[in-house]
């Protein structure tokens, strides 16, 4: 089954503009991944969060993590056509042995 | 890509067959995963290893078999089990369970 549902399932911006996606999941997880995956490609890491932290910046990127409301978002600003791409976020699991479970993304379209 | 291998890139068999799809890491990884992805979805779990001579089943392990007799190779092989095999498969490798995962650029496969 499917831990993670992201939304929108599509996102079309201009260039210059910011992205943002949301992931939910439904149980406790140690951690919270966000990956990208050009068409046909695959997957390329971008940024991990643990459980007991809000916040993380990588360059463009952030990603905020609640644990309340078991929800998690990626933010990229000053996005570029570069940036066109599909967006999984992934959830490890408390006590699992390091599995994780792939939402089924949120399709990217920047334009110039 | 870099450092994980997935070999070939395209793959066609006729049904009935079985195929073995090649995986190779030289990041001297612990763990590493076989993953399936199907058009416009997220990827599922076939198979996944935390170290040699281990393996686990995932959420989709029927019709698919593993070894883990070398650290750095992980081939899967699709039986004729498998009643619906063509698909993106993807392999990936993380240096312990629970970390990131550094992905294969996927064999696409198609049963004719």
């Known amino acids: 089954s499917q831990q993670g549902e992201e939304d929108p399932q599509a996102l079309s911006i201009q260039e210059g503009e910011n992205a943002t996606m949301n992931c939910s999941y439904k149980t406790s997880i140690n951690n919270l991944q966000w990956y990208r995956q050009n068409s046909g490609r695959g997957l390329v890491h971008l940024i991990l969060i643990r459980s007991n932290e809000r916040e993380k910046h990588s360059g463009r990127l952030r990603v905020t993590l609640d644990t309340s409301k078991k929800s998690s978002s990626l933010l990229i600003t000053a996005s570029r056509a570069a940036d066109t791409a599909s967006y999984f976020c992934a959830t490890g699991r408390s006590g699992n042995t390091g599995k994780l479970i792939f939402g089924q993304g949120t399709t990217l379209q920047v334009k110039p | 890509d870099g450092g994980i291998t997935q070999s070939p890139k395209y793959l066609f068999r006729k049904e009935g067959q079985n195929v073995t799809l090649s995986c190779e890491q030289n990041?001297?990884?612990?763990?590493m995963y076989w993953y399936r992805q199907d058009p416009g979805q997220g990827l599922r779990l076939i198979y996944y290893s935390q170290i040699v001579n281990d393996f686990q089943k995932g959420d989709i392990a029927e019709g698919y078999s593993v070894s883990r007799e070398k650290k750095e190779s992980f081939p899967l092989t699709v039986t004729s089990a498998q009643k619906n095999p063509t698909a993106f498969y993807l392999c990936?490798?993380?240096?312990?369970?629970?970390?990131?995962?550094?992905f294969g650029p996927g064999t696409r496969l198609t049963v004719l």
């Open positions: 990936a490798s993380s240096i312990s369970s629970g970390s990131e995962q550094f």
């Open positions: 990041l001297n990884h612990d763990a």
